[in-house]
């Protein structure tokens, strides 16, 4: 009796498509020995096969990028630790100095929540990344010679005194308090911010004009011992004191009309007062100009008033009241007249050595009186 079926595989089952180089098929037919053979021919083409499809894998530049990038970023906080860390050996600093110092973000920036003090430090330049300083930057006395690389913020002060910086290039635009550039051999005002919430001190710089400098100004503003022949420029008004001492000036033209404290004026050129601020809220200092004349005073001085060593021969023009002392050594003038009276000065009247006429004369018209003595004179009172 003839069978129904051919094959021992279910008959029900749907028919499996049959390759031509399937193995198995070729053993039922040809035997074992040609189905290892074909099983081996089959490994290797799928081998060869395989590695040719990922080498032939082509990626765009998109994508090639967006590679890199995600491989950078992976490793950008490592990199920036080691980096860190090698800078921090060349300003003699440690591994525990940096993880107490420095926060390192994932996208490998650098941040200091409070100061970061390097002053005389053998610093050339800040670490690459630094974003920010939470608080007070301090640089004084370091080796850098430029501002790029600086933190585009510092929320306190920035103190650069006594370095190489030649140029503003870099600064920061936003410094939360004071700026002190003081004996920096600057020599352009360009680039400074716009805005001194605290002090700013350019003491002993190079600068010769005032071009660039910020017009609002909360603290004290110090210009002394610099080569502007001008005060164009200036704000007209600074929150705190305008120091202005030793400077190349020869008049009060452009000078800011409201000055919160102290004005300082000694040992300038200035042959007049004319043009002087209206307001002045502490002390006013002329020691050792060239005035003649005190025309041109306000009305009332907040503070000391100091116009020795001046060729000044009278006293009038004097202000009606001086809170402070009143400095008048070593004038030529003769007279006490154009002297407020006694109860508007706050403290003394003070003179030199050679001035006992006056000394005298002034006590005895009810003058708390004083004599400054210079050093000689004192080292001589001593041994006597």
């Given amino acids: ?59 765009s530049d998109e994508e090639r990028a967006k590679i890199a990038a995600e491989k950078e970023a992976r490793e950008a906080p490592e990199r920036a630790r080691r980096d860190l860390l090698v800078w921090a050996k060349e300003i003699e600093k440690d591994e525990e100095w940096v993880d107490e110092t420095f926060t390192i973000h994932s996208d490998g920036t650098l941040t200091v929540a409070g100061d970061l003090v390097l002053a005389n430090l053998p610093v050339k330049h800040l670490p690459k990344g630094l974003k920010k300083v939470g608080g007070t930057l301090e640089m004084s006395y370091t080796d850098i010679t430029s501002f790029e690389g600086f933190p585009e913020e510092i929320s306190d002060d920035l103190s650069c005194k006594r370095t190489n910086v030649t140029s503003l290039k870099g600064l920061p635009k936003k410094i939360g308090h004071s700026l002190d550039l003081g004996q920096t051999p600057i020599t352009s005002l360009v680039g400074l911010p716009a805005e001194i919430t605290g002090n700013l001190s350019l003491w002993g710089t190079k600068i010769t004009s005032l071009e660039g400098l910020s017009q ?96 000044v021969t009278s006293l009038r023009g004097l202000p009606d009241k001086i809170v402070g002392n ?4 070593s004038l030529t003038c003769t007279s006490l007249d154009g002297l407020p009276p006694p109860e508007n000065i706050g403290g003394k009247v003070i003179f030199s050595t050679g001035q006992k006429a006056l000394f005298h004369e002034a006590g005895e018209r009810g003058y708390d009186v004083s004599i400054h003595y210079n050093a000689l004179e004192q080292l001589d009172r001593d041994d006597g």
């Fill in 326 to 329: 009143i400095h008048m050594e």
């Fill in 216 to 311: 609002k100004i909360d603290g004290d503003l110090n210009l002394g011992t610099t080569e502007i022949t001008s005060l164009y420029g200036l704000p007209q008004k600074i929150g705190g004191s305008l120091l202005l001492d030793e400077t190349k000036i020869t008049s009060l033209d452009g000078i800011s009309q409201e000055i919160g404290r102290d004005l300082n004026l000694n040992s300038t050129s200035i042959t007049s007062l004319q043009g002087l601020s209206e307001k002045i809220g502490g002390s006013l200092y002329i020691f050792d100009t060239m005035i003649t004349s005190l025309e041109g005073l306000p009305r009332e001085i907040n503070g000391d008033l100091d116009f020795s060593a001046t060729n």
């Fill in 1 to 59: 009796m003839t069978r129904p079926f051919s094959t021992i595989e279910n008959p029900f089952t749907p028919e499996k498509h049959r390759s031509t180089d399937n193995p198995e098929l070729i053993g039922k037919i040809l035997g074992a020995e040609a189905e290892a053979a074909m099983r081996s021919a089959s490994a290797d083409a799928t081998a060869e096969n395989k590695g040719k499809g990922e080498s032939d894998i082509e990626l």
